[in-house]
């Protein structure tokens, strides 16, 4: 009897043993799985944020500074002179 009982505690122990190596095991893959889709999720949710933010910025900021640059370039001799030769120079210097 005391070998029964010895051999159902041994059983018991290798029994909890396997159990807590699965148990292990089977945490760390679940946080790898959340993890990647965390990351996933917060990819996704960055490019939309980055996306709408730029396209704010090109209805709001954009055509300010294209007209800028437009005017600077209509008015290329600042001061009297001809603005469209003096703007196709600077173009054919520019490259």
């Known amino acids: 009897m005391a070998n029964s009982f010895s051999a ?3 059983a018991f122990a290798w029994g909890s043993l396997l159990l807590a190596v699965i148990a292990l095991v089977a945490g760390l893959a679940w ?3 959340i993890t990647q889709r965390a990351e996933n999720e917060a990819r996704t949710e960055a490019e ?3 996306n709408a933010y730029i396209a704010k910025w090109l209805t709001d900021e954009a055509p300010g500074l294209v007209r800028a640059h437009v005017e600077n370039l209509q008015n290329a001799t600042l001061g009297r002179g001809n ?3 003096a703007a196709d120079a600077i173009g054919e210097e520019a490259g």
Do not use: T
């Open 83 to 85: 603005d469209d030769e």
């Open 48 to 50: 939309k944020c980055a």
């Open 31 to 33: 946080g790898w799985v």
């Open 8 to 10: 159902l505690s041994s």
